[in-house]
């Protein structure tokens, strides 16, 4: 599929920023990326399960995902306190599919974060819905597939 360069340095920025948002905890921000219909999505135990029959890790609406924000800010979060420090590589930017104004994204991630706990290094797989709008991208759906997702996760207390 031949893409816009613009386009792809757009979504490339988008996904940069996001990942800048969720490293220094600026959820506040990182919340006013999503659209009002948005859905944010971690699978447990496999790529692709039914999240209305099976379990996931994550699988908020944008209420939810507001509500979850108001949680890491209350500081009652205890696996989060300290906050834990992270720093994640994003890479294999790659726009599936545009649709109009959506945008269908893959890209993976690495995620390390070091907590009181020890260090641990998430390793995902990525899909985004983006939308444009006035203001520019916004993101309409979020899955992220860990690569260990079929393992004991301990601990999942910031945002992937």
Request: glycine share 4%; hydrophobic share 35%; proline share 3%.
């Amino acid at each position: 599929m031949l893409v816009d360069y613009d386009l792809r340095e757009q979504v490339s920025e988008f996904i940069y920023r996001e990942a800048r948002l969720q490293d220094t905890h600026a959820y506040d921000d990182w919340e006013a990326l999503w659209t009002d219909d948005a859905l944010y999505w971690i699978p447990a135990n496999g790529d692709d399960p039914d999240p209305e029959r099976e379990m996931s890790i994550i699988y908020d609406n944008r209420s939810r995902i507001a509500l979850r924000i108001k949680q890491l800010h209350t500081g009652k979060r205890h696996t989060q306190t300290p906050r834990s420090r992270l720093g994640r590589i994003v890479s294999n930017i790659e726009i599936a599919e545009c649709d109009g104004d959506d945008i269908h994204v893959r890209a993976n991630a690495m995620v390390f974060e070091s907590n009181l706990r020890g260090e641990t290094v998430w390793a995902t797989r990525n899909e985004y819905l983006l939308r444009k709008d006035c203001d520019g991208l916004r993101m309409a759906r979020k899955k992220v597939v860990l690569v260990n997702n079929d393992k004991p996760i301990y601990t999942l207390s910031f945002l992937i």
